[in-house]
């Protein structure tokens, strides 16, 4: 049974920092991508950060410079660590796991809200 299981979310005021967790398990962590969208109410969801097994990693412009994602393969988990964030980071945080014509799976979003 495949799962990505994330923890992290919460209320946080302006200027504050929040860090995700993403735990997959039922898959291989090898030769994949990892990312984290968000989702924001009336808004399609948008790519926030991602990082491939070998490394390389892609951000948002709206989060460069404040977000940092990784990766841990030992264990199975990848984080996004947000830093200075701002009320227009408020969303839903989904993680997601895919390898080419393999899977493609989505956690199941927790709440991040940043207040003014």
């Known amino acids: 049974q495949v799962q990505l299981v994330e923890s992290g979310g919460g209320l946080v005021q302006a200027g504050g920092s929040l860090r995700l967790s993403c735990a997959a398990s039922?898959?291989?962590?090898?030769?994949?991508?990892m990312g984290w969208y968000r989702q924001a109410p009336g808004k399609q969801r948008e790519l926030v950060a991602s990082i491939t097994s070998g490394g390389s990693i892609n951000y948002a412009d709206s989060v460069k410079g404040r977000f940092t994602i990784s990766r841990d393969s030992a264990k199975n988990t990848m984080y996004l660590q947000m830093n200075s964030l701002k009320p227009e980071d408020t969303a839903v945080y989904y993680c997601h796991a895919q390898r080419f014509l393999t899977y493609d799976y989505w956690g199941q979003g927790p709440q991040v809200t940043v207040s003014s």
């Open positions: 039922g898959i291989s962590f090898s030769r994949n991508v």
